[in-house]
């Protein structure tokens, strides 16, 4: 009888908890660690697919083909220092490409294509270390979560009138002083909502992480002087990032259910 295939999150998952334990290890290391992990041993085509997850981690500056400076080349691996941060820190797992968004969709399901389209494009360029591309996509992201969050609260709002007003003042207006619009109706009326984690989380997870990331953005597409962006900033705004959109959505959520008296 045939093995069950394991799938490739499978695959990463064991590799991973494998890294974690063995930082500096061969390739063949890897592969009878991964197979003790499953429990099983891997076929030809399961193989293949974690020779290229290693090529991946390598091309993303988690793993370098090194053990020292005597042991250099394949099939020697270890992780990098970078490799070694990211690793141990908990959270969104930036560093994987399918498992962020998986983990994305399972959080916010009626996540906006458009905002999945940026995101991906962010982690891709992380990985390959194009962190001025990474951040300037995370920015896009950002802002049309925020159109949604505006559209979704003015749509909201009673009477018409004023719904009618706090559009006028957001169309078409640049994001900084459309969301600026709609923090000061928002802030004069959140004690009418009734979920508590989204209002207070927003002060720190939307209005102080949609101000940054929209400043270091903006610092890259319209520079005066070049800004440094290093990989620890670009990875702690992606991993922020997530928490940021379930805020987001939570509100969304809420203002198409239920109207705001302003």
């Given at each position: 009888?045939?093995?069950?295939?394991?799938?490739?999150?499978?695959?990463?998952?064991?590799?991973?908890?494998?890294?974690?334990?063995?930082?500096?290890?061969?390739?063949?290391?890897?592969?009878?660690?991964?197979?003790?992990?499953?429990?099983?041993?891997?076929?030809?085509?399961?193989?293949?697919?974690?020779?290229?997850?290693?090529?991946?981690?390598?091309?993303?500056?988690?793993?370098?083909?090194?053990?020292?400076?005597?042991?250099?080349?394949?099939?020697?691996?270890?992780?990098?220092?970078?490799?070694?941060?990211?690793?141990?820190?908990?959270?969104?797992?930036?560093?994987?490409?399918?498992?962020?968004?998986?983990?994305?969709?399972?959080?916010?399901?009626?996540?906006?294509?458009?905002?999945?389209?940026?995101?991906?494009?962010?982690?891709?360029?992380?990985?390959?270390?194009?962190?001025?591309?990474?951040?300037?996509?995370?920015?896009?992201?950002?802002?049309?979560?925020?159109?949604?969050?505006?559209?979704?609260?003015?749509?909201?709002?009673?009477?018409?009138?004023?719904?009618?007003?706090?559009?006028?003042?957001?169309?078409?207006?640049?994001?900084?002083?459309?969301?600026?619009?709609?923090?000061?109706?928002?802030?004069?009326?959140?004690?009418?909502?009734?979920?508590?984690?989204?209002?207070?989380?927003?002060?720190?997870?939307?209005?102080?992480?949609f101000n940054f990331i929209r400043m270091v953005r903006n610092s890259i597409v319209h520079p005066g002087n070049l800004p440094e962006i290093t990989s620890a900033l670009v990875y702690s705004n992606l991993q922020q990032f997530s928490y940021y959109l379930v805020t987001i959505y939570a509100l969304v959520e809420y203002y198409r259910d239920n109207s705001t008296k302003v």
């Amino acid at each position: 009888m045939n093995e069950h295939p394991i799938s490739t999150a499978d695959v990463k998952t064991y590799l991973f908890e494998f890294l974690k334990n063995n930082p500096s290890t061969q390739v063949a290391s890897v592969v009878g660690g991964v197979e003790q992990i499953a429990q099983r041993r891997l076929s030809d085509s399961e193989n293949r697919m974690l020779l290229e997850l290693l090529h991946e981690l390598i091309t993303s500056n988690v793993l370098m083909t090194a053990h020292d400076t005597a042991n250099t080349g394949w099939p020697w691996l270890s992780l990098t220092s970078h490799g070694k941060e990211i690793l141990s820190n908990p959270g969104p797992p930036v560093y994987d490409y399918d498992g962020y968004l998986s983990a994305l969709k399972k959080r916010i399901p009626q996540c906006d294509p458009v905002i999945e389209r940026y995101v991906s494009e962010a982690l891709r360029g992380f990985q390959s270390n194009l962190f001025f591309s990474s951040m300037v996509m995370l920015g896009c992201a950002s802002e049309k979560a925020v159109l949604i969050l505006i559209d979704a609260y003015i749509s909201s709002i009673q009477p018409a009138a004023n719904q009618a007003k706090l559009r006028s003042r957001t169309n078409k207006k640049e994001i900084s002083v459309a969301f600026e619009e709609f923090k000061k109706s928002f802030d004069a009326t959140k004690q009418q909502i009734t979920l508590v984690s989204p209002v207070n989380d927003f002060d720190a997870h939307v209005d102080a992480i949609f101000n940054f990331i929209r400043m270091v953005r903006n610092s890259i597409v319209h520079p005066g002087n070049l800004p440094e962006i290093t990989s620890a900033l670009v990875y702690s705004n992606l991993q922020q990032f997530s928490y940021y959109l379930v805020t987001i959505y939570a509100l969304v959520e809420y203002y198409r259910d239920n109207s705001t008296k302003v």
